[in-house]
């Protein structure tokens, strides 16, 4: 069964919805800018208004192409990649973690049949307090049957897929990382994995995403995150040169 589908710019337009206020001052920026560099014939203002123009400019286009690129015309929320890394047989029991809002879990469904999922909510409004995830979550709320589950403290449940799809970044600290990571290996049952879907801060999002880049964590630091919860990886791979997949077992 096809996941469910996706209009052809449903990625990129969550994008400015979740971060609209960041691309109004940015096009205001540029409007205002570029009305004074045809009008002004001081030339620091004219150099500094071409900085303000170019630097929106970057951010605007970088950040929207990367954005449709990644989201609407990359495999990656096609999630067959998945099924071809859960191996075969295909898991019977798969936990997918989010951090208050949900994109992932009804096509993951729709791609494993076979697989029966159970979603953890890691969403805490004091923790995570950026506007930017509380119009995500007012968009794509996790489901009724998903369970509230703070990132420390599992409920009693295992299987043999964990995955985490964009979500486990918004656990801001290396610490918080390293304990989610020890409760999904407490979880896992025995030659499972665990699949993380990232966004890293290297050179590739610096350029698509300017000092938005600095949201992501290095993979640096996701290596130790994991290492310190006795995890190896299996692989990883890149789903354009955006984004990061590590499995871990």
Excluded at 19 to 31: G, K, Q
Excluded at 52 to 64: D, E, P, R
Aim: glycine share 6%; charged share 20%; proline share 8%.
């Amino acid at each position: 069964m096809p996941a469910p589908d996706r209009t052809r710019f449903a990625g990129m337009l969550a994008i400015v919805r979740y971060n609209w206020p960041f691309y109004l001052v940015a096009t205001l920026v540029l409007v205002a800018a570029t009305i004074l560099i045809v009008s002004v014939s001081n030339p620091w203002i004219f150099w500094a208004s071409m900085a303000a123009a170019l630097g929106s400019l970057w951010f605007l286009a970088g950040s929207l192409v990367t954005s449709h690129w990644v989201y609407d015309r990359s495999p990656l929320y096609r999630w067959d990649w998945l099924r071809g890394l859960s191996g075969d047989p295909p898991p019977k029991e798969a936990i997918v973690c989010v951090s208050g809002f949900d994109e992932a879990s009804e096509a993951l469904g729709a791609v494993m049949p076979e697989t029966s999922f159970t979603v953890l909510d890691h969403y805490d409004a004091d923790r995570m307090t950026e506007a930017s995830i509380h119009r995500a979550r007012r968009a794509f709320p996790p489901g009724p049957d998903a369970l509230a589950a703070p990132f420390d403290r599992w409920p009693e449940i295992h299987a043999d897929l964990i995955v985490g799809p964009l979500s486990i970044h918004e656990l801001r600290s290396d610490a918080e990382r390293a304990t989610w990571f020890s409760q999904a290996k407490d979880a896992l049952n025995p030659g499972g994995r665990i699949v993380i879907v990232e966004h890293v801060r290297d050179l590739a999002n610096f350029i698509a995403f300017g000092p938005g880049f600095m949201h992501f964590h290095p993979a640096s630091s996701w290596q130790a995150c994991w290492e310190s919860a006795g995890l190896e990886p299996a692989s990883q791979f890149r789903i354009t040169p955006f984004v990061r997949v590590f499995v871990l077992q």
